[in-house]
Nanobody, 115 residues
Framework: QVQLVESGGGLVQPGGSLRLSCAASGFTFRFAYMGWYRQAPGNQRDLVAEIYSDESTNYVYSVKGRFTISRDNTRNTVALQMNSLKPEDTAVYYC?????????WGKGTLVTVSS
């Protein structure tokens, strides 16, 4: 079955960096769309960054130039490098894929940006 397991969250000061990783299994990773989403308390879950099988990427405007999404098709992982973090980046970050018209989600990892 499809499994997505996020790691790498934590507490970081404003201006700091974190690297999130998502380990994927149960599907043919190299052909799959992969995305990172986030959900802050009281807010809906929103797209942060996405990467396609051809390694093309898209980012939400608020993270452009600060976050980088990448994939490793040999390890079936997708990463999100987050630099210059701001308090408004605080959220639970989720890894996602879409297969056969259905979205799959990991359990999420909490990122807290605070001094």
């Amino acid at each position: 079955q499809v499994q997505l397991v996020e790691s790498g969250g934590g507490l970081v000061q404003p201006g700091g960096s974190l690297r999130l990783s998502c380990a994927a299994s149960g599907f043919t990773f190299r052909f799959a769309y992969m995305g990172w989403y986030r959900q802050a308390p009281g807010n809906q879950r929103d797209l942060v960054a996405e990467i396609y099988s051809d390694e093309s990427t898209n980012y939400v405007y608020s993270v452009k130039g600060r976050f980088t999404i990448s994939r490793d098709n040999t390890r079936n992982t997708v990463a999100l490098q987050m630099n210059s973090l701001k308090p408004e980046d605080t959220a639970v970050y989720y890894c996602s894929t879409a297969l056969g018209g259905r979205a799959y989600w990991g359990k999420g990892t909490l990122v807290t940006v605070s001094s």
